[in-house]
């Protein structure tokens, strides 16, 4: 076996601080002796809230480029980190990698001293609850960890001196401990979550089937595991419609909505450092730089990641998830699309997204509405809807709006002012999981229905048969297409193409930047060994720390 090295630890309770909602809260008690602390009630449920707080971690700035960038759904700008777009040069040294894995392992850790002290806490009723939340916690850590990285190492105990080495577990011992962990904790939480954000059994089957659905595509991997992510997702469905309107799935302030099976929480008692920090920046990173227009009070787009021809191409005129994922209409200003969203007809357009299906002149489409049209900007779909990494033109492409959040402050991505949930697991992509995973099962009948029910939803209004397919139309290229209809910006992306096989194969030919480097006939992802660059590397310094033997991953 192979040895890696973790590097260092966070102080808990410094994970724990500032968290907003009331199962998160932590207070400091530094004074007082962690194990007779942590062995009250009272403190040990500030160990299950630090763990809890580390999906705040894994999912902040800037490890959104490690989920979305590099994909074939978007292309590079100007801000985005070249060496995760492009793989060419990506390397054990950088950095993004290197704080997510260390980030990656404080989080376990933090399971791991919350189980520690599960059985030296008073006895409590809810006691074997927090075991299996923070069971289900460390395994979700860990399966996000796999897919990254392959193999890592399972550690297990809590750790509170210097560790030199540890050995490296394959991917399927990996896997296995995931499976085993969900499982336990599938025993142990309730039906029902206690409050928003709590692991609950319907959470714990969704993301079940999807490890399932993971491991089936794996060397190690066996049909039954398509079978059983099949069952595991159907039960999750529980016979629920999608109900909810697209638009107003993610519209601000639903995001309690029933749809929502595991979310990671915020509120605004979590903000810090004058309301810049504790927040989250998912609004900042889909759309191009917005400045200040049309008003000072305008979201701040950083321009990270700007969709590619390949993601505006998924959509048809018949699909209501274009206008409900895209700001179609910028009005004057910005925010009034939420803060008069009654009034919208009488509302100025200073922009408007022409889509590649409209017909109408331009000056048909002004002659519509003068009053409040005779100035808009149109921009028509085109080459300028993929703007260039170095390009100044600020809102030419479409930027996304489900993320909007207009009661957060003007800030950049390193200041943290949203409050809006993110959504980790949510009804619609459970029918899309049991879908691929009927598909790979042998049974795409059954996998076109699932698929069916979203795309109902979807449809505008008398358009249901228009979006509805058949059996004969699912594979996986459609699959991945409705994926990235529903899930656009999610934090899925990258583990989709890696999943299925298709990370070169989709971004060669839908990728800008990709493409450019296949045209000049050189494979970006090819390493220095001569390997793929698939996995993520494993950070130099892990190597370079850990004193036993370890080979890095293919590739590097």
Same mark, same amino acid.
């Given at each position: 076996?192979?040895?890696?090295? &973790?590097? *260092? ?20 008690? !530094? ?7 942590? !062995?009250?009630? %009272? ?24 989920? *979305? !960038? ?82 890592? =190492? +399972?550690?297990? /105990? ?20 995931? &499976?085993? /962990? ?80 595991? *979310? ?10 004058? #309301?810049?920090?504790?927040?989250? =920046? ?20 950083? #321009? ?44 100025? +357009? =200073? ?26 900007? +149109? ?15 600020? @809102? ?14 003007? #800030? ?5 002012? *949203? ?15 049991? %879908? ?29 048969? %228009?979006? %509805? ?35 070169? $194969? ?15 006939? &050189? ?5 220095? @060994? ?11 310094? $892990?190597?370079?720390?850990? /004193? ?9």
């Amino acid at each position: 076996m192979k040895n890696i090295n &973790i590097v *260092s630890l966070v102080l808990l309770l410094a994970m724990a601080s500032g968290c907003g909602k009331d199962f998160l809260a932590a207070d400091n008690k !530094s004074n007082i002796a962690a194990d007779d602390f942590f !062995s009250t009630e %009272a403190g040990y449920e500030q160990l299950v809230a630090a763990s809890y707080a580390s999906l705040r971690t894994i999912y902040s700035f800037p490890y959104v480029y490690l989920y *979305s !960038s590099g994909t074939d759904m978007f292309v590079q700008s100007a801000a985005l980190p070249e060496a995760l777009h492009q793989y060419r040069n990506l390397t054990p040294g950088e950095t993004t990698i290197t704080t997510f894995y260390r980030d990656l392992y404080k989080a376990v850790q933090n399971c791991n001293i919350g189980l520690y002290y599960n059985d030296k806490t008073a006895e409590v009723a809810t006691l074997p609850v927090r075991k299996g939340e923070l069971q289900f916690l460390r395994a979700y850590y860990y399966f996000v960890m796999v897919q990254t990285f392959g193999g890592v =190492a +399972i550690v297990t /105990e809590r750790i509170n001196e210097p560790i030199l080495q540890f050995n490296r577990n394959s991917a399927a011992e990996v896997y296995d401990f995931i &499976i085993k /962990e969900m499982q336990e904790a599938l025993n142990l939480v309730p039906e029902v979550a206690a409050e928003p954000g709590r692991v609950y059994k319907r959470a714990v089957r969704h993301f079940l089937a999807k490890v399932h659905l993971t491991r089936g595509y794996e060397t190690f991997g066996t049909a039954q595991d398509f079978t059983t992510a099949a069952s595991l997702a159907d039960e999750a469905i529980q016979g629920q419609a999608l109900s909810t309107s697209f638009e107003d799935l993610f519209y601000p302030g639903n995001e309690k909505d029933p749809e929502i099976l595991f *979310s990671v929480q915020y509120s605004k008692a979590s903000l810090l450092e004058g #309301g810049f920090s504790g927040g989250n =920046a998912q609004y900042y990173f889909f759309g191009s730089y917005m400045g200040s227009f049309p008003t000072s009070g305008a979201p701040n787009r950083g #321009g990270s990641l700007v969709a590619s021809f390949y993601t505006f191409d998924l959509f048809i005129p018949e699909d209501s998830r274009w206008e409900a994922s895209f700001m179609v209409n910028f009005y004057e200003p910005y925010w009034a699309y939420y803060e008069q969203s009654g009034n919208r007809d009488n509302l100025t +357009i =200073a922009w408007y997204m022409k889509p590649k299906w409209e017909t109408i002149s331009d000056e048909d489409w002004r002659a519509q509405d003068p009053a409040h049209r005779a100035n808009t900007k +149109i921009v028509p779909y085109g080459p300028i809807w993929e703007r260039l990494p170095t390009a100044t033109s600020g @809102d030419q492409t479409p930027s996304v709006k489900k993320f909007d959040d207009p009661a957060s402050e003007y #800030g950049t991505s390193s200041k943290f002012t *949203s409050t809006r949930d993110l959504f980790l697991a949510r009804l619609g992509e459970t029918y899309l999981i049991a %879908a691929e995973a009927h598909f790979k099962a042998g049974s795409p009948g059954t996998a076109a229905d699932r698929i069916n029910e979203v795309r109902r939803r979807a449809a505008k209004p008398g358009q249901e048969a %228009a979006m %509805a397919i058949t059996a004969g139309d699912v594979d996986i290229d459609f699959i991945l297409d409705e994926r990235g209809r529903e899930l656009l910006g999610e934090y899925h992306r990258w583990f989709d193409l890696k999943r299925t096989g298709t990370l070169v $194969a989709r971004t060669q030919l839908y990728n800008r930047e990709i493409r450019n480097w296949f045209d000049q006939g &050189i494979n970006p992802f090819m390493g220095p @060994d001569g390997q793929l660059k698939i996995l993520r590397p494993i950070p130099a310094s $892990a190597l370079l720390l850990n /004193e036993g033997e370890y080979s890095q991953n293919p590739g590097y």
